[in-house]
C-alpha cells in the first residue's frame, strides 16, 4: 500500500548538515576585526550551568563584541550568510540575535572545548543556526580542530583564515585541544522559535 505524507516535505532540507563559505573576510576586514575585539575584555569562558572558570568541558577565553555602530557591518555580513545557508539546506523558522558575537581564544596550554551543542535550557533555548568564523591563519597553531558529529561519524571541518562554518545549533561538535600557538574565532548564533 501506498501511505502518502499527511504534510507536504521538503526533500531539499538536510538538518545534519553544515555549510562552509571560503574565505568570507578580506585581509582589510580581518584587520578591523582585530582592532573591534580590542575594544573589549578578555574573560574565561564558562558553560550553562557552571559558571566556573576550570570547568573540564572547556578553556577558553571570550570577548562579547556587541551591536554597534562599529561592528554593524560585522553582524550584517554573517546575518547575510546564515539567510544564505538556511535557505539552501535547514528551512529553519528564524527571528532574532540575542547574544552578542563572542571573540573566542584558545591557547596552547590546552585549550579545547569538548563535545557540546549550542542549544539547550533558558538563555540558550533559542538558538538555531550556529556560525564560526576563523580568525588565526591554521599555520598559527597546532591542535585546535574544529570536528563536527552528523551521526555515524565526525567530520573535521576546513580551517583556513577567513572561513566561516554554519551548521544547525543542535549538532555536536568540539575544538581539539591546542598543542602550540592560539586559535582565534567569531561565534554567532541565530534564533527562532521552538522546534514544533
Known amino acids: 500500500m501506498n501511505v502518502k505524507p499527511i504534510i507536504p516535505q521538503n526533500s531539499n532540507i538536510d538538518q545534519t548538515n553544515y555549510y562552509t563559505f571560503g574565505?568570507?573576510?578580506s585581509d582589510e576586514e580581518l584587520a578591523w576585526i582585530n582592532n573591534l575585539q580590542n575594544l573589549y575584555p578578555l574573560v574565561g569562558a564558562t558553560i550553562i550551568g557552571d559558571e566556573s572558570e576550570t570547568n573540564p568541558i572547556r578553556?577558553?577565553?571570550?570577548?562579547?563584541?556587541?551591536h554597534d555602530e562599529y561592528s554593524a557591518w560585522l553582524y550584517d555580513k554573517i546575518i547575510d550568510l546564515a539567510m544564505k545557508a538556511n535557505n539552501e539546506l535547514w528551512d529553519f523558522n528564524l527571528h532574532s540575535i540575542i547574544d552578542?558575537?563572542?571573540y573566542t581564544e584558545y591557547y596552547d596550554d590546552g585549550g579545547h572545548y569538548d563535545w557540546h551543542v549550542d542549544i539547550g535550557p533558558r538563555s540558550i533555548n533559542h538558538r538555531k543556526i550556529s556560525i564560526t568564523v576563523q580568525l588565526s591563519d591554521p599555520e598559527e597553531y597546532e591542535g585546535g580542530d574544529f570536528e563536527l558529529w552528523t551521526g555515524g561519524e565526525f567530520k573535521t571541518l576546513p580551517k583556513s583564515k577567513g572561513d566561516?562554518?554554519?551548521f544547525p545549533s543542535f549538532l555536536m561538535h568540539r575544538i581539539t585541544p591546542i598543542t602550540k600557538g592560539t586559535r582565534k574565532s567569531l561565534v554567532l548564533w541565530i534564533g527562532g522559535g521552538s522546534y514544533k
Open 23 to 25: 574565505k568570507i573576510f
Open 164 to 166: 566561516a562554518i554554519l
Open 59 to 66: 578553556k577558553s577565553s571570550i570577548k562579547w563584541i556587541n
Open 100 to 102: 552578542s558575537i563572542q
